[in-house]
């Protein structure tokens, strides 16, 4: 009887280590998911897991984080193109000769151009009006020229600003009518963004900003760029003049909506707060995605964890179904850093 008594003793000890240490093992494994990147937990899941586990715990893994949401690529040989030897353009809505009656807009996001402008051309004096208007620079430089400010009388940075170059952001609404012309005086090719926005309200004062953005500072995180008038559609006359973006440091837009960029570094993330803190209407929110032909094809990310949102240079995606405050996660996976732009509106 004092024999069994030891062994049933010695056996309930085995168990109760045994499950100590099973506990523990997932214990582990539960806080080194939270704090262990994708390509570590799935290297060490090969290793010691069946083929079919191993698919299971990878689609686990790369799981959506964003259910709820709806991701729809836009690939960059679907969007409309033109090539008129000194600008080569790329539209991702309806724009000149292009029309998709599918793509006329996208919340407050009305134009999104890709262009490439050769060196002595450029766009010549031509008006515009009730559209918000910013040019987001890539590479090279590009030169404006506008009717409020006469030649010779331009400053170096902010509402007089003309010649941009990469990391500057240029602003302009156009409101009862404004003309102006952007050209490339240099002999190097100019590449940047031309993003139009539909204003809250026509008949606006014309106006310009140009800011500069610190590159540093867009790889750390996503940058705010662009955000709505501090005031509201209805700011006096004294609120538009001072110009108070609701965001700090960013260029106020008359619309409810946010831009900002980020270049991440490969096998990076970086995470996406939908409105930015920034807007008045917080649900149902219209994102867009793009990724700028910046680095020879080698870039590509990743949105949400999800195959099907892998996005290539020149490709997009609308992301809808969401609202203020819900976090999209991109992801680099390419060969070289990523370039991304983030366009988030009502």
């Given at each position: ?111 999104l151009n890709e262009d490439r402008v050769e060196g002595g051309s450029g766009f010549p004096t031509h008006p515009h009006r009730d559209a918000e208007i910013f040019s987001y620079i890539l ?60 204003p809250w309200k026509r008949g606006l004062t014309p106006r310009y900003h140009t800011k500069t953005f610190n590159e540093d500072a867009k790889r750390s995180a996503f940058l705010p760029i ?27 837009v008359h619309a409810d909506l946010v831009m900002a960029a980020g270049i991440i570094g490969v096998d990076k993330r970086f995470k996406w707060t939908v409105g930015g803190d920034a807007v ?67």
């Amino acid at each position: 009887m004092k024999l069994f008594f030891i062994v049933s003793a010695i056996f309930i000890t085995s168990i109760s280590v045994f499950f100590r240490d099973s506990l523990q093992e997932l214990f582990n494994n539960i806080t080194s998911f939270h704090s262990t990147p994708t390509t570590s937990i799935i290297s060490a899941t090969i290793s010691s897991e069946s083929p079919m586990t191993t698919v299971n715990t990878i689609k686990n893994t790369m799981s959506k984080a964003l259910s709820h949401a709806k991701i729809v690529p836009r690939r960059s040989a679907d969007r409309g193109h033109a090539d008129h030897g000194w600008l080569n353009s790329y539209h991702t809505f309806s724009f000149a000769n292009y029309y998709d009656p599918k793509y006329q807009n996208f919340g407050s996001l009305r134009v999104l151009n890709e262009d490439r402008v050769e060196g002595g051309s450029g766009f010549p004096t031509h008006p515009h009006r009730d559209a918000e208007i910013f040019s987001y620079i890539l590479s090279g430089e590009l030169t404006h020229r506008d009717s409020m400010i006469k030649k010779g009388a331009e400053g170096s940075q902010g509402d007089d600003f003309y010649r941009m170059k990469r990391g500057d952001v240029q602003f302009t609404t156009g409101g009862t009518g404004i003309a102006h012309s952007e050209q490339n005086e240099a002999e190097e090719q100019v590449h940047f963004l031309q993003i139009w926005a539909l204003p809250w309200k026509r008949g606006l004062t014309p106006r310009y900003h140009t800011k500069t953005f610190n590159e540093d500072a867009k790889r750390s995180a996503f940058l705010p760029i662009l955000s709505p008038l501090k005031a509201g559609p209805s700011a006096s006359a004294p609120e538009e003049a001072a110009a108070e973006p609701t965001l700090p440091e960013t260029i106020p837009v008359h619309a409810d909506l946010v831009m900002a960029a980020g270049i991440i570094g490969v096998d990076k993330r970086f995470k996406w707060t939908v409105g930015g803190d920034a807007v008045k209407k917080t649900n149902g929110r219209n994102v867009y995605i793009h990724v700028p032909m910046t680095k020879n094809g080698n870039a590509k990310v990743r949105l949400d964890g999800r195959e099907d949102a892998v996005l290539g240079e020149g490709d997009g995606a609308f992301v809808s179904n969401v609202n203020a405050g819900d976090v999209l996660s991109v992801e680099s996976i390419g060969e070289a850093e990523a370039e991304v732009v983030v366009l988030d509106s009502d």
